[in-house]
């Protein structure tokens, strides 16, 4: 079993639709969790950034956490056709400069 | 946010012959380098971790004689492939860290012919 697991989808959606992504973590040392987007042939960008379990909302993203069930969020309100990218989350024990284990990544495809 | 260069973007090289990949973080001293390797539509697999002036940590199933890794400077960290063959061909990326923050490359695209 993987530590990480994520559905790679491809999802695809049209402009305007609120996106879900999922991942299940199985390691509860995991303490911090990252959201990445990763374009075609590009390193990854930094999306959003949480420790705690909740939500954290920055502009239209939304990462939310439960460490009890050991699954983590990301939601993508009015998706728009630039947000056509590979979304990765990752998790790591140490905190956000220490060793990150990713999970697949999604691949979405917004549709204008 | 912090800038992380790698050196070179794409590199094509032949069956047998080594190719060294250069990270550097341009604005900022990194306590630590990550490497990871990527192939098409598959996540980024951690291959090793280095901190400058010290040997490099490799992940399970990494060949540590294949894959070189030295850490000179606080900025600077290469990767270099030996005897590189086919199946060695991937989407390399580094990354640079400070204790709570951690930037990528934009990443290496080595294709061995």
């Known amino acids: 079993q993987k530590e990480v697991e994520q559905d790679p989808g491809p999802l695809s959606v049209p402009e305007g639709a609120i996106v879900s992504l999922n991942c299940t973590y199985s390691?509860?040392?995991?303490?911090?969790f990252m959201w990445y987007r990763q374009y075609s042939r590009k390193g990854p960008e930094l999306l959003m950034y949480?420790?705690?379990?909740g939500n954290k909302e920055d502009g239209r993203f939304t990462a939310q956490v439960d460490k009890s069930s050991k699954y983590i969020s990301l939601f993508i309100r009015d998706s728009q056709p630039s947000d056509s990218a590979t979304y990765l989350c990752?998790?790591?024990?140490?905190?956000?400069?220490?060793?990150?284990?990713f999970g697949q990544g999604t691949e979405l495809s917004v549709k204008p | 946010g912090a800038v992380v260069s790698q050196h070179p973007s794409w590199v094509i090289c032949k069956s047998g012959t080594s190719v060294k990949i250069e990270c550097r973080s341009l604005?900022?001293?990194?306590?630590?380098m990550f490497w990871y390797r990527q192939f098409p539509k598959q996540s980024l697999m951690l291959m090793a971790t280095?901190?400058?002036?010290?040997?490099?940590?490799?992940e399970q199933g990494v060949e540590k004689d294949k894959f070189l890794i030295n850490h000179a400077s606080l900025t600077l960290s290469t990767l270099t492939v030996t005897s590189a063959h086919p199946e060695d061909s991937s989407f390399y990326i580094c990354?640079?860290?400070?204790?709570?923050?951690?930037?990528f490359g934009p990443g290496t695209r080595l294709t061995v012919t």
């Open positions: 990354s640079a860290a400070e204790p709570d923050e951690q930037y």
């Open positions: 390691n509860s040392a995991f303490q911090y």
């Open positions: 949480t420790y705690s379990s």
């Open positions: 990752a998790m790591t024990v140490m905190g956000q400069g220490g060793k990150l284990i």
């Open positions: 604005d900022f001293q990194a306590t630590t």
């Open positions: 280095s901190n400058e002036g010290s040997k490099a940590t490799y």
